[in-house]
Nanobody
Framework: QVQLVESGGGLVQAGDSLRLSCAAS????????MGWFRQVPGKEREFVAA????????????YYADSVKGRFTISGDNAENTVYLQMNSLKPEDTAVYYC????????????????????WGQGTQVTVSS
């Protein structure tokens, strides 16, 4: 069974940086996209960023929510099924549980923003940004 494990969350101050990591700890699968979502209590899970690879496992595209553009950067290794989220200039409103997800199909454009596109999910890592 596929398991995704996130790490790197924590408590930081506004303006600080954090780097989240996600890797598959069990199970074999081939992902074509991996993404990050976040959720705060009482709200729906929201898209943060996604990275899509080509059929040759090379980088194809990255997608970002407007709220994180210019501050967050997603990267990863398709062959290793790993994904990272570099978060700079953090704000209190970035406080949430961050989840990584993997898509075994080819998401396209707006589809990569949809949580129901993704097949596997991690348990989440808490990010808290104090003001």
């Amino acid at each position: 069974q596929v398991q995704l494990v996130e790490s790197g969350g924590g408590l930081v101050q506004a303006g600080d940086s954090l780097r989240l990591s996600c890797a598959a700890s069990a199970g074999a699968f081939s992902s074509n996209a991996m993404g990050w979502f976040r959720q705060v209590p009482g709200k729906e899970r929201e898209f943060v960023a996604a990275i899509r690879w080509s059929g040759l496992r090379t980088y194809y595209a990255a997608y970002y929510a407007d709220s994180v553009k210019g501050r967050f950067t997603i990267s990863g290794d398709n062959a290793e099924n790993t994904v990272y989220l570099q978060m700079n200039s953090l704000k209190p409103e970035d406080t949430a549980v961050y989840y990584c997800a993997a898509d075994t199909d080819y998401c396209s454009g707006v589809g990569c923003y949809q949580s129901n596109e993704y097949d596997y999910w991690g348990q989440g890592t808490q990010v808290t940004v104090s003001s």
